[in-house]
Nanobody, 116 residues
Framework: QVQLVESGGGLVQAGGSLRLSCAAS????????MGWHRQAPGKQRELVAS???????NYADSLKGRFTISRDNAKNTVYLQMNSLKPEDTAVYYC??????????WGQGTQVTVSS
């Protein structure tokens, strides 16, 4: 099995930055894609960004330019750099691991709160 542990969430003022980390362990050889999703209160979970094992990235259109996903395969860790944060970015952010497009594991989630 794969385990994912997120870190880096917290409270930040609007316009600030945060970097989330997600460390994978266990049967990591099965992982192809990793990603970040978020879920705000009363809303559905949505894709933020994803990255393949080869480094190809995909972003939600509304977040392009402010968020950057990266991956360190040697450390089995994926990062989400979030800049120019807005109150509407407030959500629980979840890391995911996928194989051939199917998410096989979610992280426990980390809260990001952006104050105005």
């Amino acid at each position: 099995q794969v385990q994912l542990v997120e870190s880096g969430g917290g409270l930040v003022q609007a316009g600030g930055s945060l970097r989330l980390s997600c460390a994978a362990s266990g049967n990591i050889n099965t992982i192809r894609d990793m990603g970040w999703h978020r879920q705000a209160p009363g809303k559905q979970r949505e894709l933020v960004a994803s990255i393949t094992s080869g480094g190809t990235t995909n972003y939600a259109d509304s977040l392009k330019g402010r968020f950057t996903i990266s991956r360190d395969n040697a450390k089995n860790t994926v990062y989400l750099q979030m800049n120019s944060l807005k109150p509407e970015d407030t959500a629980v952010y979840y890391c995911s691991a996928a194989v051939y497009g199917i998410i096989i594991r979610w992280g426990q989630g980390t809260q990001v709160t952006v104050s105005s």
